[in-house]
């Protein structure tokens, strides 16, 4: 599928085509994995990066990528400890 958008000439006179195609894809496929729309595998494939690459996005744009509280973190180390 493919999707276009009229952007103004004085927003795009900066940057080239494929730059902006780069960057809406990754503002797309953070904002999809950030609402749990999509897996973080799904979201890098969207963005054309590899899974590392898209977690390093993530972090630059304050994208968490493990989805669980200090505590519930504490709690699974503490089961663990019992085992």
Known sequence: MQIAIDLPNDFVSFQSV???EKDMRLS???WLFKNAKVTITK???LACLDIYDFMAACKQNQVPVID???Q???DE???MQSV
Request: glycine letters at 6%; proline letters at 6%.
């Open 68 to 70: 669980i509280s200090p």
């Open 72 to 74: 519930e973190l504490l």
């Open 77 to 79: 180390l503490a089961g």
């Open 18 to 20: 494929t730059d902006i």
């Open 28 to 30: 797309y496929s953070l």
């Open 43 to 45: 979201a890098a494939e």
